[in-house]
């Protein structure tokens, strides 16, 4: 009896230990670059994002599938893109106009936002459009890279297929919103297909390992096309340039983006071809640009907006009434 007293710590301490040996060696395989890859589906709780699941062709859907988060996959519950919070996807450089620049290498930043949860997660693919719908088959787009290690993870779904980025099993802790930052290199010039599909899922949670309990699911799908200029033309100009209301009565506003700092000058003509009015002539920072100016000082009649932005004129027919 005194012998099993002493041999029974013993034994338990040497499987204790071999389990913890185990494990370190389990976790620190199959590494890629400074983020673990995993090579195939696990539980949510315990290995961050799930692959498969954003949406794209061949797979059944999002985060949102029962058993998983279930916000869409259940009678109670909430279909994608339908609560009160949102997801927003940005990059840097700017995608401008939706446009990517062979070979660039972009820092991509998922936010996801909802009051009152305090889990986020998300899983993201980067996709040729050539129809493959067979997840087991690798198509992504260029290079995924996992440069925040401590809240996201490379994966690949069952070992060799679909590539995708997804927080890991630390990652995503915070109140109300939280950022996810991961980077991908475009494909080169010699790529054979038009464009590049951005698949993305997030989810908001309350981080109770209960699925289908109200939990909120948020989807987007984005198409890059191949930039026909560099980085720095893109960069020169100015996009979704609007110009309301026409006819204008008091004010007139203009509003645009700029994808980098840019030199504007924006001044209203007569027909005759002489400057009524100097709207703008400044030096304007990169970002969303919207101003409203007084017009009701000018004549009635048919005037001519000129706007110079770094490369970028352009002369449209403006009428005040």
């Not at 185990?22 to 590494?31: Q, R």
């Not at 010039?189 to 209960?210: E, F, I, P, R």
Request: proline residues 4%; hydrophobic residues 30%.
């Amino acid at each position: 009896m005194k012998t099993k007293k002493i041999l029974s710590p013993l034994i338990l301490g040497l499987l204790l230990g071999g389990i913890a040996l185990i494990t370190a060696f389990t976790s620190n395989s199959n590494n890629e670059g400074n983020c673990p890859a995993i090579s195939s589906q696990r539980a949510v709780k315990d290995y961050g994002g799930k692959t498969g699941a954003c949406g794209s062709l061949g797979e059944v859907g999002t985060c949102s599938e029962p058993g998983c988060h279930g916000a869409g996959g259940t009678p109670a519950g909430m279909a994608d893109n339908t609560s009160s919070g949102n997801m927003v996807v940005t990059s840097s450089p700017v995608f401008t106009a939706n446009q990517y620049v062979p070979g660039q290498l972009y820092t991509i930043t998922v936010t996801i936002s909802q009051k009152g949860k305090h889990r986020f997660g998300f899983s993201c693919e980067m996709l040729d459009n050539s129809g493959n719908t067979n997840v087991k088959t690798n198509n992504t787009a260029g290079t995924l890279i996992c440069s925040d290690p401590s809240t996201s993870v490379l994966k690949h779904y069952f070992g060799t297929g679909r590539e995708c980025i997804a927080q890991d099993s630390f990652g995503g802790f915070a109140g109300n919103t939280f950022s996810f930052n991961f980077q991908w290199t475009a494909p080169s010039t010699g790529y054979v297909y038009d464009s590049v599909h951005l698949y993305v899922a997030g989810d908001a949670t309350n981080n109770n390992d209960l699925a289908d309990s109200g939990d909120y699911v948020f989807a987007q799908h984005i198409i890059l096309t191949k930039s026909l200029t560099s980085l720095v033309t893109l960069q020169e100009g100015i996009t979704d340039l609007t110009t309301y209301p026409n006819p204008a009565t008091d004010r007139l506003t203009l509003t645009f983006y700029s994808p980098g700092d840019n030199s504007l000058q924006a001044n209203l003509y007569s027909l005759d071809g002489k400057c009524v009015k100097e709207l703008e002539d400044k030096r304007i920072q990169a970002g969303t640009f919207s101003r409203s100016y007084p017009v009701n000082d000018l004549a009635k009649g048919i005037y001519l907006l000129r706007i110079n932005a770094g490369s970028y004129a352009e002369t449209r027919k403006i009428i005040i009434d």
